[in-house]
């Protein structure tokens, strides 16, 4: 038996709990803040059981009855989710940890998790009847959104900076979307699409300035633990630019246990940035409860380089209320911790999965985690994405 219909009920303020109407086009709310999608999780609950799963699709649309498409047939779907959660024996082992995994999120479509978000958002374009859509990236969800975009036959209009990663320009491009380079940050690509879409009928697809990513993204909080056996790990390292997976899985956990499916134990919630952009690290050090933009961000991980993440308020709480941490690494050890990872376990991740390594590095190495705990990692891309960066160490 299988229970696929949506339960969504309507949409939310992540602010003032104001409620908005699901089913039509819908950006921030009326404060500027990003919309959550809530869920009648009393009627999923009646209707659909956990055990189903195994006879779903072998994708995050495995979740459909907590996912904001009404009809199947606007599911755009390239195959994403569903993604390995693999044991680091050797390098577990070399420091002395006995129970860590690395979800592999590189093995999404297009090379990323943005793969989730954008399979959401895409096809809640398809449902509402949107045919162009703009997005400013820092690189990996341009690439998923001009796939994305490209299989629905929809227009895409995309801003990167010109420093993007090589792949993600020649990924856009054959993908057949309007790519313009910016000199200058994500930011700055940003202001360009708010400036530009009401006039260019642009969809915008921002991070958190729709409501669907996030519902794509967190996918990969039931996936962990339904991988997990229905126990959630003791900790989670999450690599945080705009902080869409690390808000969509502590949302999905919470629908989890008002679905009856997990209990009210939580990881603790590790956000990990780098010393060149690491604004949602002093938020959390300063016990602000919202963070300020951070000048001349500058990294070789592309999707971290978020000088002023719009859901920052989110992230810290996620962090706070969980009991864990945001704590930033430098470039250098990022890089090292790749190359090991890689040497030891057979997986090339990319930068930005590289700096949760370096941060496990970290916080076992001061005591803030012990040995025995279970500890998943977010690998949120592949190495093969970044071969300039790796260039650097390798030289020919
Ligand atoms: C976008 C991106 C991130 C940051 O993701 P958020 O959920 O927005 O914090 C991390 N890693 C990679 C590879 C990315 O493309």
Request: some cysteine; aromatic content about 8%.
């Amino acid at each position: 038996m299988i229970f696929s219909m949506t339960t969504v009920a309507h949409l939310e303020c992540s602010v003032t709990g104001e409620r908005y109407e699901a089913g039509k086009v819908q950006n921030l709310s009326k404060t500027g803040m990003p919309l959550l999608v809530r869920y009648d999780l009393k009627t999923a609950r009646d209707n659909w059981n956990r055990e189903w799963l195994a006879n779903g699709p072998r994708s995050m649309w495995r979740y459909a009855p907590v996912m904001p498409v009404a009809k199947p047939t606007s599911i755009v779907s390239l195959g994403e989710g569903w993604t390995p959660l693999m044991k680091l024996k050797r390098y577990g082992a070399e420091l002395g940890c006995s129970n860590v995994w690395l979800k592999d999120e590189g093995l999404n479509p297009t090379g990323s998790f943005k793969a989730r978000g954008l399979s959401c958002a895409v096809s809640m374009c398809v449902e509402l009847g949107i045919t162009k859509v703009a997005i400013p990236s820092a690189g990996n969800a341009a690439s998923a959104m001009a796939a994305y975009a490209a299989a629905a036959g929809i227009e895409a209009h995309i801003f990167m900076p010109k420093d993007v990663p090589q792949s993600n320009y020649i990924e856009c491009k054959a993908f057949g979307a309007r790519v313009t380079l910016i000199d200058g940050l994500i930011s700055d690509c940003a202001k360009i699409v708010g400036d530009r879409k009401e006039a260019e009928g642009w969809f915008d697809v921002s991070t958190l300035k729709e409501p669907y990513r996030i519902e794509g993204k967190k996918t990969m909080g039931y996936e962990l633990a339904e991988q997990m056996m229905w126990k959630l790990p003791d900790a989670i390292f999450y690599p945080t630019g705009g902080g869409v997976g690390i808000i969509g899985m502590w949302k999905a956990f919470d629908e989890m246990e008002q679905l009856g499916w997990i209990g009210p134990e939580r990881p603790r919630m590790i956000a990990v940035q780098v010393e060149g952009c690491q604004p949602v690290v002093r938020a959390y050090n300063e016990g602000a409860e919202r963070s300020q933009f951070f000048e001349n961000a500058a990294t070789v991980a592309a999707g971290l380089r978020v000088p002023k993440p719009l859901g920052d308020f989110l992230i810290l709480q996620a962090v706070r209320q969980s009991g864990g941490t945001a704590i930033a690494v430098s470039d250098d050890d990022m890089m090292r911790a790749g190359v090991r990872l890689a040497t030891e376990e057979g997986m090339f991740i990319a930068p930005e999965g590289a700096a949760c390594m370096a941060a496990l590095e970290k916080l076992v190495g001061s005591g803030f985690l012990k040995a025995n705990e279970r500890i998943v990692i977010y690998n949120t891309g592949s190495g093969l994405k970044y071969l300039e960066a790796y260039s650097a160490l390798f030289p020919r």
